[in-house]
Protein backbone atom coordinates (compact mmCIF):
# COMPACT_ATOMS: atom_id res chain seq x y z
CA UNK A 1 0.00 0.00 0.00
CA UNK A 2 2.42 2.10 0.76
CA UNK A 3 4.32 2.27 -2.65
CA UNK A 4 0.85 2.95 -4.32
CA UNK A 5 0.52 5.65 -2.15
CA UNK A 6 3.77 7.37 -2.87
CA UNK A 7 3.36 6.28 -6.62
CA UNK A 8 -0.09 8.68 -6.18
CA UNK A 9 2.00 11.34 -4.20
CA UNK A 10 4.53 11.75 -6.94
CA UNK A 11 1.55 11.75 -9.93
CA UNK A 12 0.13 14.65 -8.20
CA UNK A 13 3.70 16.52 -7.75
CA UNK A 14 4.35 15.69 -11.19
CA UNK A 15 0.85 17.32 -12.25
CA UNK A 16 0.85 20.38 -9.71
CA UNK A 17 3.67 22.06 -9.24
CA UNK A 18 1.99 24.74 -6.96
CA UNK A 19 0.57 21.21 -4.60
CA UNK A 20 5.02 20.42 -4.89
CA UNK A 21 5.43 23.36 -3.01
CA UNK A 22 3.50 22.94 -0.75
CA UNK A 23 3.81 19.02 -0.14
CA UNK A 24 7.09 18.56 -0.33
CA UNK A 25 7.84 18.97 3.39
CA UNK A 26 5.49 15.92 4.99
CA UNK A 27 5.33 13.74 1.71
CA UNK A 28 8.64 12.15 0.02
CA UNK A 29 7.68 9.90 -2.58
CA UNK A 30 10.42 6.79 -2.64
CA UNK A 31 8.51 5.01 -5.41
CA UNK A 32 8.36 6.11 -8.98
CA UNK A 33 6.35 4.69 -12.10
CA UNK A 34 8.96 5.96 -14.85
CA UNK A 35 6.18 4.38 -17.50
CA UNK A 36 3.54 6.33 -15.86
CA UNK A 37 1.90 8.56 -18.39
CA UNK A 38 -0.39 12.24 -18.00
CA UNK A 39 -3.13 11.96 -20.64
CA UNK A 40 -4.81 15.05 -19.93
CA UNK A 41 -5.41 17.55 -17.00
CA UNK A 42 -8.59 19.86 -17.10
CA UNK A 43 -11.54 21.40 -14.10
CA UNK A 44 -14.23 19.26 -13.68
CA UNK A 45 -16.96 20.37 -11.16
CA UNK A 46 -14.51 22.80 -9.24
CA UNK A 47 -11.73 20.03 -9.33
CA UNK A 48 -8.70 19.47 -11.09
CA UNK A 49 -8.92 15.99 -12.87
CA UNK A 50 -5.79 14.63 -14.00
CA UNK A 51 -5.73 11.27 -15.70
CA UNK A 52 -2.83 8.84 -16.76
CA UNK A 53 -1.73 5.85 -17.86
CA UNK A 54 -0.11 3.23 -15.79
CA UNK A 55 1.34 0.67 -18.61
CA UNK A 56 2.79 -1.94 -15.71
CA UNK A 57 -0.46 -2.28 -14.00
CA UNK A 58 -3.01 -1.75 -16.79
CA UNK A 59 -4.84 0.60 -15.79
CA UNK A 60 -6.62 4.10 -16.26
CA UNK A 61 -5.66 6.58 -12.89
CA UNK A 62 -7.98 9.99 -12.65
CA UNK A 63 -6.92 11.96 -9.68
CA UNK A 64 -9.41 14.52 -8.14
CA UNK A 65 -7.82 17.32 -6.45
CA UNK A 66 -9.63 20.25 -4.87
CA UNK A 67 -7.28 23.59 -5.65
CA UNK A 68 -9.35 25.85 -3.33
CA UNK A 69 -8.73 23.78 0.07
CA UNK A 70 -5.40 22.63 -1.34
CA UNK A 71 -6.11 18.49 -0.85
CA UNK A 72 -6.01 15.46 -2.66
CA UNK A 73 -9.78 14.25 -2.99
CA UNK A 74 -10.22 11.04 -4.90
CA UNK A 75 -7.47 8.51 -6.47
CA UNK A 76 -9.42 6.43 -9.06
CA UNK A 77 -8.07 3.29 -10.78
CA UNK A 78 -9.44 0.75 -13.18
CA UNK A 79 -8.36 -2.32 -14.80
CA UNK A 80 -8.68 -1.88 -18.70
CA UNK A 81 -10.58 -4.72 -20.12
CA UNK A 82 -12.07 -6.36 -17.02
CA UNK A 83 -15.60 -6.01 -16.89
CA UNK A 84 -16.58 -9.20 -14.02
CA UNK A 85 -16.79 -12.71 -14.07
CA UNK A 86 -18.88 -14.94 -16.43
CA UNK A 87 -19.62 -16.75 -13.08
CA UNK A 88 -18.94 -16.45 -8.86
CA UNK A 89 -16.21 -18.70 -8.44
CA UNK A 90 -14.74 -16.42 -5.03
CA UNK A 91 -16.46 -16.99 -2.15
CA UNK A 92 -16.87 -12.79 -0.08
CA UNK A 93 -14.06 -14.37 1.87
CA UNK A 94 -11.63 -15.00 -0.89
CA UNK A 95 -12.78 -11.96 -2.59
CA UNK A 96 -11.88 -9.66 1.19
CA UNK A 97 -8.49 -12.24 0.69
CA UNK A 98 -7.61 -10.73 -2.72
CA UNK A 99 -8.53 -7.16 -1.15
CA UNK A 100 -5.94 -7.74 1.45
CA UNK A 101 -3.21 -8.76 -0.35
CA UNK A 102 -3.01 -5.18 -1.94
CA UNK A 103 -4.05 -3.25 1.39
CA UNK A 104 -2.87 -5.16 4.39
CA UNK A 105 -4.36 -2.71 6.99
CA UNK A 106 -7.37 -2.21 5.65
CA UNK A 107 -10.98 -2.78 7.36
CA UNK A 108 -13.59 -4.01 5.66
CA UNK A 109 -16.58 -2.58 6.43
CA UNK A 110 -19.10 -3.76 3.94
CA UNK A 111 -19.16 -6.32 1.03
CA UNK A 112 -21.55 -7.60 -1.43
CA UNK A 113 -21.87 -9.52 -4.99
CA UNK A 114 -23.55 -7.97 -7.37
CA UNK A 115 -23.83 -8.02 -11.50
CA UNK A 116 -24.14 -6.04 -14.86
CA UNK A 117 -24.71 -7.47 -17.93
CA UNK A 118 -24.41 -11.19 -16.53
CA UNK A 119 -20.79 -10.02 -15.16
CA UNK A 120 -20.19 -10.81 -11.64
CA UNK A 121 -17.89 -8.96 -9.29
CA UNK A 122 -18.05 -8.20 -5.52
CA UNK A 123 -17.42 -4.57 -4.28
CA UNK A 124 -15.99 -4.09 -1.30
CA UNK A 125 -15.93 -0.77 1.04
CA UNK A 126 -13.14 -0.73 3.30
CA UNK A 127 -10.86 2.23 5.45
CA UNK A 128 -7.00 2.82 6.22
CA UNK A 129 -5.71 5.41 8.05
CA UNK A 130 -4.89 7.01 5.04
CA UNK A 131 -8.52 6.77 3.11
CA UNK A 132 -11.56 5.48 2.95
CA UNK A 133 -11.31 2.79 -0.45
CA UNK A 134 -14.26 1.47 -2.63
CA UNK A 135 -13.05 -1.52 -4.94
CA UNK A 136 -14.87 -3.76 -7.56
CA UNK A 137 -13.21 -7.34 -7.14
CA UNK A 138 -13.70 -9.64 -10.36
CA UNK A 139 -15.91 -12.78 -8.72
CA UNK A 140 -14.20 -15.49 -10.96
CA UNK A 141 -10.40 -14.29 -10.96
CA UNK A 142 -10.49 -12.08 -8.01
CA UNK A 143 -8.57 -9.68 -10.15
CA UNK A 144 -9.07 -5.96 -8.53
CA UNK A 145 -11.41 -4.42 -11.31
CA UNK A 146 -11.48 -0.82 -10.12
CA UNK A 147 -10.28 1.19 -6.77
CA UNK A 148 -11.95 4.82 -5.55
CA UNK A 149 -9.20 6.08 -3.08
CA UNK A 150 -11.14 8.82 -1.13
CA UNK A 151 -9.14 11.05 1.43
CA UNK A 152 -11.82 11.67 3.69
CA UNK A 153 -10.98 9.37 6.97
CA UNK A 154 -10.97 11.86 9.46
CA UNK A 155 -13.19 14.86 10.28
CA UNK A 156 -17.14 15.16 9.13
CA UNK A 157 -16.94 13.52 5.72
CA UNK A 158 -16.00 10.50 7.50
CA UNK A 159 -17.07 6.67 6.85
CA UNK A 160 -18.22 6.75 10.67
CA UNK A 161 -19.43 9.98 10.80
CA UNK A 162 -21.88 8.78 7.47
CA UNK A 163 -22.76 5.52 9.71
CA UNK A 164 -23.26 7.83 12.79
CA UNK A 165 -25.78 10.10 11.03
CA UNK A 166 -27.91 7.12 9.69
CA UNK A 167 -28.03 5.88 13.00
CA UNK A 168 -29.39 8.98 14.52
CA UNK A 169 -31.84 8.78 11.48
CA UNK A 170 -33.19 5.22 11.70
CA UNK A 171 -31.88 4.00 15.30
CA UNK A 172 -33.06 0.72 14.62
CA UNK A 173 -32.13 0.06 11.13
CA UNK A 174 -29.52 -2.11 9.77
CA UNK A 175 -27.14 -0.90 7.00
CA UNK A 176 -26.56 -3.08 4.87
CA UNK A 177 -24.26 -1.09 2.32
CA UNK A 178 -22.95 2.59 2.48
CA UNK A 179 -20.68 3.65 -0.26
CA UNK A 180 -19.14 7.44 -0.69
CA UNK A 181 -19.04 8.89 -4.56
CA UNK A 182 -18.52 12.09 -6.05
CA UNK A 183 -21.61 13.82 -7.32
CA UNK A 184 -21.09 17.28 -9.03
CA UNK A 185 -17.45 17.73 -7.33
CA UNK A 186 -18.97 17.39 -3.90
CA UNK A 187 -18.77 13.69 -1.78
CA UNK A 188 -21.64 11.99 -1.09
CA UNK A 189 -22.94 8.66 0.38
CA UNK A 190 -25.43 5.66 -0.85
CA UNK A 191 -27.05 3.99 1.52
CA UNK A 192 -29.04 0.75 2.12
CA UNK A 193 -30.43 -0.33 4.96
CA UNK A 194 -33.32 -2.21 6.32
CA UNK A 195 -35.72 -0.77 8.88
CA UNK A 196 -38.69 -2.27 10.52
CA UNK A 197 -42.33 -0.17 10.80
CA UNK A 198 -45.44 -1.72 12.43
CA UNK A 199 -43.59 -4.82 12.01
CA UNK A 200 -42.77 -4.83 8.47
CA UNK A 201 -39.53 -4.99 7.22
CA UNK A 202 -38.81 -2.22 4.62
CA UNK A 203 -35.42 -1.56 2.57
CA UNK A 204 -34.68 2.05 2.36
CA UNK A 205 -32.38 4.27 -0.26
CA UNK A 206 -31.22 7.21 -0.04
CA UNK A 207 -28.23 9.53 -0.31
CA UNK A 208 -27.03 11.49 2.54
CA UNK A 209 -25.06 14.93 2.48
CA UNK A 210 -21.98 14.68 4.92
CA UNK A 211 -21.43 18.40 4.87
CA UNK A 212 -25.06 19.44 5.73
CA UNK A 213 -25.98 15.77 7.26
CA UNK A 214 -29.24 15.72 5.05
CA UNK A 215 -30.54 12.99 3.26
CA UNK A 216 -32.74 12.76 -0.01
CA UNK A 217 -33.61 10.50 -2.08
CA UNK A 218 -35.18 8.52 0.39
CA UNK A 219 -36.82 5.51 -1.42
CA UNK A 220 -39.06 2.69 0.78
CA UNK A 221 -39.27 -0.56 -0.49
CA UNK A 222 -41.06 -4.01 0.98
CA UNK A 223 -38.43 -6.33 1.78
CA UNK A 224 -39.09 -9.11 -0.44
CA UNK A 225 -41.60 -7.18 -3.36
CA UNK A 226 -42.14 -10.58 -4.69
CA UNK A 227 -43.93 -12.22 -2.12
CA UNK A 228 -47.57 -12.63 -3.63
CA UNK A 229 -50.09 -10.19 -2.00
CA UNK A 230 -52.99 -11.61 0.25
CA UNK A 231 -56.01 -12.21 -1.91
CA UNK A 232 -59.63 -11.75 -0.39
CA UNK A 233 -63.22 -12.28 -1.67
CA UNK A 234 -63.67 -8.39 -1.76
CA UNK A 235 -60.56 -6.14 -2.33
CA UNK A 236 -59.19 -4.44 1.00
CA UNK A 237 -56.18 -2.15 2.09
CA UNK A 238 -53.44 -3.42 3.99
CA UNK A 239 -52.63 -1.89 6.95
CA UNK A 240 -50.15 1.16 5.81
CA UNK A 241 -46.86 1.05 7.86
CA UNK A 242 -46.51 4.55 9.15
CA UNK A 243 -43.05 6.29 7.90
CA UNK A 244 -40.62 7.97 9.86
CA UNK A 245 -40.81 11.44 7.78
CA UNK A 246 -44.72 11.71 8.36
CA UNK A 247 -44.13 13.32 11.72
CA UNK A 248 -42.38 16.64 9.48
CA UNK A 249 -45.21 16.49 6.76
CA UNK A 250 -47.62 18.26 8.60
CA UNK A 251 -45.98 22.03 9.07
CA UNK A 252 -45.07 21.16 5.44
CA UNK A 253 -47.96 20.66 3.76
CA UNK A 254 -47.69 16.97 3.14
CA UNK A 255 -50.06 14.50 3.10
CA UNK A 256 -47.10 11.89 3.98
CA UNK A 257 -46.09 8.71 2.67
CA UNK A 258 -48.83 6.18 4.70
CA UNK A 259 -51.57 8.80 2.91
CA UNK A 260 -50.07 8.67 -0.11
CA UNK A 261 -49.70 4.62 -0.07
CA UNK A 262 -53.63 4.11 1.16
CA UNK A 263 -55.04 6.69 -1.70
CA UNK A 264 -52.34 4.43 -4.40
CA UNK A 265 -54.45 1.16 -3.00
CA UNK A 266 -57.42 2.56 -2.85
CA UNK A 267 -57.04 3.34 -6.64
CA UNK A 268 -55.93 0.23 -7.35
CA UNK A 269 -58.54 -1.56 -5.13
CA UNK A 270 -56.19 -3.38 -2.77
CA UNK A 271 -52.68 -4.92 -3.75
CA UNK A 272 -49.19 -4.11 -2.26
CA UNK A 273 -47.45 -1.75 -2.54
CA UNK A 274 -43.87 -2.18 -3.18
CA UNK A 275 -42.07 1.51 -3.43
CA UNK A 276 -42.90 5.00 -2.45
CA UNK A 277 -40.65 8.09 -3.23
CA UNK A 278 -41.26 11.61 -2.74
CA UNK A 279 -40.03 13.80 -5.93
CA UNK A 280 -40.41 17.28 -7.80
CA UNK A 281 -41.89 16.57 -11.37
CA UNK A 282 -42.19 20.03 -13.07
CA UNK A 283 -41.71 22.31 -9.95
CA UNK A 284 -44.40 20.32 -7.89
CA UNK A 285 -43.78 17.47 -5.08
CA UNK A 286 -44.80 14.21 -5.60
CA UNK A 287 -44.91 10.50 -4.06
CA UNK A 288 -44.08 8.00 -7.21
CA UNK A 289 -45.23 4.45 -5.96
CA UNK A 290 -45.33 1.44 -7.07
CA UNK A 291 -47.43 -1.40 -6.30
CA UNK A 292 -48.64 -5.38 -7.60
CA UNK A 293 -52.25 -6.46 -7.79
CA UNK A 294 -53.72 -9.18 -9.27
CA UNK A 295 -50.76 -10.18 -11.50
CA UNK A 296 -50.49 -6.35 -12.51
CA UNK A 297 -47.55 -3.79 -11.52
CA UNK A 298 -48.89 -0.30 -11.36
CA UNK A 299 -47.18 3.24 -11.06
CA UNK A 300 -48.50 5.86 -10.00
CA UNK A 301 -47.68 9.85 -9.43
CA UNK A 302 -49.79 11.09 -6.70
CA UNK A 303 -49.52 15.20 -5.81
CA UNK A 304 -48.11 15.43 -2.12
CA UNK A 305 -49.98 18.07 -0.96
CA UNK A 306 -53.66 17.69 -2.35
CA UNK A 307 -53.58 13.83 -2.75
CA UNK A 308 -54.64 14.36 -6.30
CA UNK A 309 -53.85 11.01 -8.68
CA UNK A 310 -51.63 13.10 -11.30
CA UNK A 311 -50.61 9.93 -13.02
CA UNK A 312 -51.61 6.15 -13.50
CA UNK A 313 -49.68 3.35 -15.40
CA UNK A 314 -50.86 -0.50 -15.38
CA UNK A 315 -49.43 -3.68 -16.86
CA UNK A 316 -49.17 -7.52 -16.76
CA UNK A 317 -46.55 -8.46 -13.78
CA UNK A 318 -44.41 -11.03 -16.15
Not at 177 to 198: A, M, Q
Amino acid sequence: MKKMLCLVTLLCLMAFPALAQQVSDTLAPAYSDSSAQMLSQEMEDGLQKTTFWLPKSNEIMENFYDPTLHQLVLDEFELQGDDGGTSMVLTEAEAQAKLLQLYPDASIAYIKSDTDDRRYYYEIVFTTAEFTGVTKVNAATGMLMKRELYYIAMGNLSLQSAQEAVLAQWPECSISFLVPELDDGRLIYDGDVVVSEYGTDMRVTFELDPETMTFFDIEKRLLDPNTPPQRTAEPSISPIPASSDDASTSSSGLIGTAKAMEIAQQEIGGGQVTSIKLDREHGRQVYEVEAIYNNYEYELEIDAQSGEILKWEQELDD
